[in-house]
């Protein structure tokens, strides 16, 4: 086991206050034009810390957050895991692809497992996940390759439940990725495996919940999946179609749950005994609440009815913590000596605040996907509402400050990490006049933690994780304009984007303090040795090097 030690930094004592690291969920700098929710809206306090020149940019996306390459969108899991780890470690989609291209996957125990079990029942391999190219939660291409190299291995039998995105990747697209699963499927038939879609629907209102926000959720997907019943229609395509004919202007994320049925009107695909069940997401927040459902006999959170006897996977491990699931198929990225753990093993109170909707990545992405507190943490989690996020896109911010400026007044917490969620979770709704809300929401919190910190001796380093608030509408790849729909409107933009994030200090008792200007490319990963250099501690080996130097 390696002895964590933290050493005093040889430049700077720290500041005599309380540290802050606050992340701006979703809130990145966009080209500031008319979809730019961040640039609309008032913000007189990040515009203070803009004015003073404390301010700069980080990468939070691409290779700087351990993924794929540098067209792949940041996200709130992977951007926690670099804030903490103070490390870029490969994530999930990356993993998973050069597991698939070495073809060491398929070599694992727990591939081996599924297919055996099936080949031996003849019942069929189900697969459920995301159907996306977002690579945020999933990739539509590691279900293709895990269908294909299923039927080469003698695979009789496959199913599909395909959850729609709109959320990382355009509101309406759910059909180009539904003809490229039918495709895939229609050319597997033609060799003679009998394979088709069984169960659907939007993310938002089917399975994919988290942090226990809502288990009905996983109920209906429970339903949807395992049992077959639900609405039904003769295809993935036609369900698509009628649902958006019934409530136009709904975006995939939100079409609600059906099942495919035969001639005869009966379900194609529920999950029986005898079954393997791949679960092929790799982003474990929204996997981790179905993984429970087909395998902890104790579960309370709703009424299973009968438990199928399946065999059970993940594209990944989950929850390291719990091991959950128990069978895998791509390894998990090992993050140690994090930021957390050093602080801990100092002694060093710390207190992680969030609403629910992203307490998780406060705490548990954080700590290097570690589940449970460690020595010296307090985790404190405010309820997040559960009406739709453009009805109420204030959240929970002005509740999260009040919990932390009371923590703060008690003196107890020498280091503080919050997270604002509104700037991601109003914009994934495409509401341009919700997502200006909800960042002018955030700045007026911003404000009051402002002036705690400052009468308080402390400082304050404030981020954001990934854009998304920052760009609201389409743009064409190319030509970068913005796309518009048929009567010149332009089309609501869901998913994050690819724009750097601000980084802002505020520390008025150390203004000797400014950023280095020699780490132009640095990245959500610099954060941790910054935090610690205003603690009075040195980076640890292996960390990226703090922003800031002594002036």
Request: overall charge negative.
């Amino acid at each position: 086991m390696t002895t964590l030690s933290l050493s005093r930094h040889p430049s700077f004592a720290g500041v005599t206050g309380p540290v802050v690291v606050a992340v701006m969920d979703g809130i990145g700098l966009g080209a500031g034009d008319e979809g730019d929710a961040v640039a609309l809206a008032r913000t007189p306090n990040l515009d203070r810390l803009r004015a003073g020149g404390a301010c700069r940019t980080l990468r939070a996306h691409g290779r700087a957050v351990g993924l794929p390459s540098d067209d792949d969108m940041g996200n709130s899991e992977v951007g926690h895991n670099a804030l903490g780890a103070g490390r870029v470690f490969d994530q999930g989609a990356k993993l998973v692809q050069a597991a698939l291209e070495s073809g060491a996957i398929f070599e694992g125990r727990a591939w081996r497992q599924a297919v055996d079990r099936v080949r031996a029942s003849g019942e069929p391999m189900h697969f459920i996940g995301l159907l996306s190219d977002g690579n945020v939660h999933a990739h539509l291409e590691h279900l293709f390759r895990l269908l294909r190299r299923a039927a080469d291995e003698g695979v009789s039998r496959l199913r599909v439940h395909a959850l729609l995105d709109g959320r990382d990747v355009p509101e309406t697209s759910a059909l180009v990725y539904v003809e490229a699963l039918e495709d895939v499927l229609a050319s597997l038939r033609a060799r003679g495996v009998d394979a088709a879609v069984a169960s659907g629907g939007g993310r938002m209102k089917v399975t994919m919940d988290r942090y226990e926000a809502d288990w009905a959720m996983v109920e209906r997907g429970w339903a949807l999946h395992v049992r077959g019943e639900g609405r039904g229609f003769p295809s993935l395509r036609d369900a698509v179609l009628a649902l958006r004919d019934e409530q136009p202007g709904i975006g995939d994320q939100n079409l609600p749950g059906f099942v495919v049925v035969d001639a005869e009107g009966a379900p194609v695909g529920p999950v029986r005994d005898g079954a393997a069940v791949i679960l092929f997401n790799f982003r474990g927040d929204r996997a981790i609440e179905l993984s429970r459902a087909f395998e902890d006999p104790e579960l309370r959170a709703f009424d299973r009815g009968a438990r199928p006897d399946v065999f059970f996977a993940g594209m990944m491990q989950y929850d390291g913590d719990r091991h959950l699931p128990a069978n895998f198929l791509v390894s998990p990225p090992e993050i140690d000596r994090t930021l957390s753990a050093h602080l801990s093993a100092a002694g060093v109170p710390q207190l992680a605040v969030s609403e629910t909707q992203k307490f998780g990545h406060v705490t548990y992405f954080w700590n290097g996907n570690r589940s449970e507190a460690l020595p010296h943490e307090t985790w404190i989690e405010v309820p997040s509402d559960t009406r739709p996020f453009e009805e109420r896109p204030w959240m929970k911010a002005a509740e999260i400050t009040d919990r932390v400026l009371d923590e703060l007044a008690k003196g107890t917490h020498r280091f503080v990490r919050l997270n604002w969620a509104n700037g991601d979770m109003v914009g994934h709704t495409g509401v341009l006049e919700a997502a200006i809300v909800a960042v002018e929401a955030v700045d007026l919190q911003l404000g009051r933690l402002m002036a705690a910190v400052e009468a308080l001796g402390g400082a304050l380093l404030l981020t954001a994780d990934h854009g998304n608030a920052d760009e609201m509408f389409e743009r064409d790849k190319k030509s970068a304009a913005l796309q518009r729909d048929a009567l010149g409107r332009p089309r609501p933009k869901t998913s994050h984007t690819l724009n750097p994030v601000p980084c802002c200090l505020f520390a008025p008792s150390a203004p000797s303090l400014v950023f280095d200007p020699g780490l132009p490319e640095a990245g959500l990963a610099n954060v941790a040795a910054t935090a610690l250099m205003l603690l009075g501690f040195d980076a640890p080996a292996g960390y990226e090097p703090s922003l800031l130097r002594c002036s």
